[in-house]
């Protein structure tokens, strides 16, 4: 699983790095549709 919500599900965040295409996606599309950019890319 990529993504988890914390114990009390108030907030959503990257367990791991994505390890495959389809993760990849998946992590690029949740850093543009959150809503405070708090999710970034630092390019490695």
Known sequence: ML???TD???KVYFHRQPVSP???I???KA???CPVEAL???GE
């Open 3 to 5: 993504l988890k919500y």
């Open 8 to 10: 009390d599900e108030s």
């Open 22 to 24: 389809e993760e990849e």
């Open 26 to 28: 998946a992590a690029r």
């Open 31 to 33: 850093m543009e549709i």
């Open 40 to 42: 970034g890319d630092d």
